[in-house]
């Protein structure tokens, strides 16, 4: 054959793969899908459980083998050369209420393309293969993130994750048992590789195809209670009023407050609260209780202990203010943590041989990979988010960013599992 016509071969080869990958990302879109556009996926819902066995399936076809652990994260493998270690690969197909098509769900479908298309050029591999879906990354129906990651990391206890309840007092084994997505199996690795779409907007404004992830932010992730008294809104004289709505706002503002005071040039501080709940929330009944949730993050570790203490210190004020208590119950927090030089180099090397344009990112979002690093030589790469935009129904990267993540994964894969990572 001659040098021109093995070009155009791989060539076709090249856009029949583009196009399984687009077709399979569609129908993987179709579960939980909303009107919006986007997908509601909670986990363990039925939703959640559709969109998983629809994965099984997908995999399965290709000669893999699937399985779950306690706490249901579902590992689909590829044996390549029987009794070699594993590299795996994964993200999440869980999403956020009225979330994107394109979080965790893109990285659990590239890693799985990734893998299929070693399979068809395997030479060399020294490694089998894994890909995760992590159960519960997005944290929405049962706290916290990270779930299923932090308990293959040893950071959470099975027993405990299983006994979490939803907000209606269904438990996680429960949740799982419903989906039939739960078992036994556990699965030693040698290194972990993520791709996630960058879910803010510095790929975009830079004209970048890929973000080579050089560290993740430090966060810390609060639950709050305000106590107040039950009490009429018009009978009630304001001196007498224990108002935990009051308490919980003034929290709220001084969150933000303390984002804009404490953020530099060098290290911005990004605060929120992401939910709150009001009881009994009525309209002619003060506030007895609010359970809320803020979390502050920052890439330097200083800046956010500063801004933490600040926060605690505020606390205190506003309860004088509001004439409430303030509880803090559960904590979530992570430092702020460099992912592996070699692996950065490796994926950099990647995208000059593809001739994608890349830069160095830091992820403000938490993903599995922020909890696999801290065990094994870990690789995390971004592909844009048009106008930054996340969990939310408009979250969109392009065709052309999505194909160019699914051959940048392939090419990382395949040099990964020659060897030239770990
Ligand atoms: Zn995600």
């Known amino acids: 054959m001659s040098t021109t016509s093995t070009a155009a071969a791989s060539a076709t080869d090249r856009s029949e793969a583009a196009r399984a990958f687009l077709a399979d990302f569609r129908s993987m879109s179709t579960f939980g899908a909303t009107a919006g556009g986007g997908v509601d996926r909670q986990a363990g819902t039925a939703a959640d459980g559709q969109t998983r066995n629809w994965f099984r399936g997908l995999v399965e076809g290709h000669g893999f083998e699937v399985r779950y652990d306690a706490v249901g994260n579902q590992f689909a493998l590829l044996e390549l050369i029987p009794g070699a270690p594993y590299v795996a690969m994964g993200s999440h197909l869980d999403s956020q209420p009225l979330g994107g098509r394109f979080d965790g769900a893109y990285g659990v479908l590239t890693a799985a393309h ?39 990391t040893g950071k959470l206890p099975a027993e405990q994750v299983l006994e979490t309840t939803d907000p209606h007092g269904t438990t996680v084994r429960e949740a799982l048992e419903s989906i039939g997505t739960i078992g036994d199996f556990s699965l030693d690795v040698a290194a972990y590789l993520e791709i996630h779409i960058e879910q803010g907007r510095s790929l975009e404004d830079d004209g970048l195809t890929i973000g080579l992830v050089e560290s993740t932010w430090g966060a810390n992730k609060y639950e709050f209670v305000v106590h107040g008294e039950q009490a009429h809104t018009g009978a009630t004289v304001i001196a ?105 180099k490796l994926a950099a090397a990647s995208a000059d041989k593809l001739g994608l344009p890349y830069g160095t990112v830091r992820t403000l979002a938490g993903h599995d990979s922020t909890n696999m690093k801290d065990i094994v030589p870990t690789i995390m790469l971004f592909v844009p988010s048009v106008e930054g935009i996340s969990h939310n129904e408009k979250e969109l990267t392009s065709d052309e960013d999505m194909l160019a993540g699914v051959d940048l994964f392939t090419e990382l894969l395949g040099r990964v599992a020659r060897g030239e990572f770990v």
């Open 114 to 152: 990734a893998a299929i298309r070693l399979k068809e050029a395997a030479q060399g591999a020294k490694f089998n293969i894994a890909v995760i879906n992590w159960f519960n990354e997005e944290g929405c129906r049962f706290k916290p993130s990270m779930m299923g990651s932090s308990v293959f």
């Open 240 to 344: 007498d009023r224990h108002d935990a709505l009051l308490g919980a706002s003034l929290l709220v503002a001084a969150a933000r407050d303390i984002a804009d005071e404490f953020s530099t040039e060098e290290h911005a501080v990004i605060t929120s609260c992401g939910e709150f709940t009001v009881f009994p929330n009525s309209p002619v009944v003060v506030a007895s209780r609010v359970n809320l949730l803020v979390d502050l993050r920052s890439t330097d570790p200083d800046v956010l202990a500063a801004a933490d203490a600040e926060l605690h210190r505020r606390v205190a004020a506003i309860e004088q203010r509001a004439s409430v208590e303030i509880k803090r119950g559960a904590e979530h927090v992570w430092a702020s943590k460099a992912y592996d030089a070699s692996g950065m």
